[in-house]
């Protein structure tokens, strides 16, 4: 039972548009969100959180937004690099929980020049 | 400032030889660690994570196991490897609510 999906397993954007990464959950006790960006052989490094109780989160070209009632949140670039391109994951978990954060499978983002 | 390293960062193996791969964490005490494989098409998939010394919780039943012998010292091995097992392998601590990385080992089995 997948709790975090991300339905697109990539998107392409061109240069200086606008790039939207979607996210829903179905576990309603999630109350943390993060976004990680993933090059190629490396690991994932942290991008931008946001807590249940904001809808919105901004940290300089991105910004979360979470949209509690439908269980969904998304993540804009703008406006996207060529150095954007990598692969996104979406996790959730339970603030303050110390056991695990669960990640979606990803999408990779391919910004055209 | 927290450091994660695992090693090697690359591993071919015959189908059917042991695995171990070693993770370590510097800079922080008690950490909670996990492992991670991210395989072609499958996005992270958590395998073990452990909240303290010899505390181990599996994720996924499959051929690999994981041990914390000491406080920032993580594990994961295999008895026996199958093809399957091929992947990145991550391992990560979390600080409150946010999860950091190690720069993984790609393992290729053969």
């Known amino acids: 039972d997948q709790q975090v999906k991300q339905n697109s397993p990539s998107l392409s954007v061109q240069e200086g548009r606008i790039s939207i990464l979607n996210c829903d959950y179905t576990n309603s006790m999630f109350d943390y969100f993060l976004w990680y960006k993933k090059y190629p052989a490396e690991g994932p490094t942290f991008l931008i959180s946001i807590s249940s109780i904001k809808d919105k989160n901004e940290d300089g070209r991105f910004t979360v937004f979470l949209n509690k009632s439908a269980k969904h949140l998304s993540l804009h670039i703008v406006p996207s690099q060529p150095g954007d391109s990598a692969v996104y994951f979406c996790?959730?978990?339970?603030?303050?929980?110390?056991?695990?954060?669960?990640f979606g499978k990803g999408t990779r983002l391919h910004i055209l020049p | 400032s927290q450091t994660i390293h695992q090693w090697p960062a690359t591993l071919v193996q015959p189908v059917g030889s042991p695995l171990s791969l070693e993770c370590t964490v510097e800079g922080t005490s008690n950490p909670n660690l996990y492992w991670y494989r991210q395989a072609a098409g499958r996005g992270l998939q958590l395998l073990f994570y452990?909240?303290?010394?010899?505390?181990i919780s599996s994720e996924v039943p499959q051929n690999l196991s994981a041990s914390r012998p000491q406080d920032r010292q993580f594990i994961l091995s295999s008895k026996k490897l199958l093809l399957s097992d091929s992947g990145f392998y991550l391992c990560?601590?979390?600080?409150?609510?946010?999860?950091?990385f190690g720069p993984g080992t790609r393992l290729t089995v053969l």
């Open positions: 996790a959730a978990s339970e603030e303050n929980r110390d056991d695990k954060i669960i």
């Open positions: 990560a601590w979390r600080a409150y609510n946010e999860q950091f």
């Open positions: 452990s909240v303290g010394i010899g505390q």
